[in-house]
């Protein structure tokens, strides 16, 4: 009967300390929630009153963004066309060298040498933002000035490019994890048909771990969307339209990192514009993470 208690008291001692520890796991759940919901709140409250000013023909038709000038203008689409502009730059590097390095690592390097290889790559992505945005200011743009001499100082080219690198490693970690989770067993069956390893690679491997990819993809986009030092040092401050990736432009985030210095009255309408772009930026990133996730679910593979 003793050792029957003493079963029964080890057991119930089991299960309050797994429902203890099930509670605080929720909480630690519940707590990143609420800072979710939170930042939304404020977010959206803030927006609220900045559109009590400002109409939406005002912030989504007009063409020139100058809330700080005495003449304020408040149409977000040269910020957006800046964002896009650098976004786009970012993913003709991030996309092809990723991809590329990714299909190396995952079907031509060998184990030994993918374990040395893939931690070196994603040290990359530990180096601080603001030593990329730097790195293209005083490296980056040299070259592009001497290449292209009308290449201005402030350049959404260079810190295009640098933020390529900087979200190269998200492309080509996520990408070859994809592709290394393809079944051997499809590998083996292309073998024995006669197709070669780069075919294997690129017609076998790659289209079942497209769902993967372009999860990679779009998870990079946002991150270079949301992207602030390397665009605030390197990119410039003038909101414009334009397609020609040599001029000075400014990103919605840049714009943020100028009026969050300090020198705009607290509560004032231009103070106000932070939080109606940064809702704006969060639509987009938002945007790209749905997109994401359907295209995951949409072209999934799922192998017995």
Do not use: C
């Amino acid at each position: 009967m003793a050792g029957l208690g003493n079963s029964l008291s080890y057991i119930r001692r089991r299960r309050a300390e797994e429902r203890a520890v099930k509670a605080v796991l929720f909480l630690f759940a519940l707590v990143s929630i609420l800072t979710t919901l939170g930042i939304l709140y404020v977010l959206f409250q803030e927006t609220v009153l900045f559109f009590r000013e400002v109409s939406f023909a005002q912030f989504f038709l007009d063409t020139r963004w100058t809330p700080l000038f005495l003449s304020q203008r408040f149409g977000i689409w040269p910020l957006v066309n800046g964002t896009v502009l650098v976004a786009a730059g970012a993913m003709l590097v991030a996309l092809p060298l990723g991809l590329l390095a990714a299909i190396y690592m995952s079907e031509f390097a060998s184990e030994r040498v993918r374990r040395v290889l893939k931690p070196f790559l994603e040290i990359l992505a530990g180096v601080p933002t603001v030593v990329y945005g730097y790195f293209a200011l005083t490296f980056i743009t040299p070259i592009l000035r001497s290449l292209f001499p009308q290449t201005q100082v402030f350049n959404a080219a260079s810190a295009a490019i640098a933020m390529g690198f900087m979200i190269l490693p998200t492309v080509a970690s996520l990408s070859e994890d994809a592709l290394y989770a393809v079944p051997r067993s499809l590998r083996e069956a292309a073998y024995a048909l006669g197709a070669t390893r780069w075919e294997v690679a690129t017609q076998i491997v790659v289209p079942a771990a497209l769902s993967g990819i372009a999860a990679a993809f779009i998870l990079a986009v946002s991150r270079a969307v949301g992207e602030t030092m390397i665009v605030a040092i390197a990119a410039g401050q003038q909101p414009k339209l334009t397609l020609n990736p040599l001029e000075s432009i400014e990103t919605m985030t840049a714009y943020i990192v100028q009026v969050s210095l300090g020198d705009t009255p607290h509560q004032s309408l231009a103070y106000k514009t932070i939080f109606a772009v940064g809702m704006m930026l969060f639509l987009m990133t938002l945007g790209m993470n749905v997109a994401s996730y359907l295209l995951t679910r949409r072209f999934r593979e799922v192998y017995e």
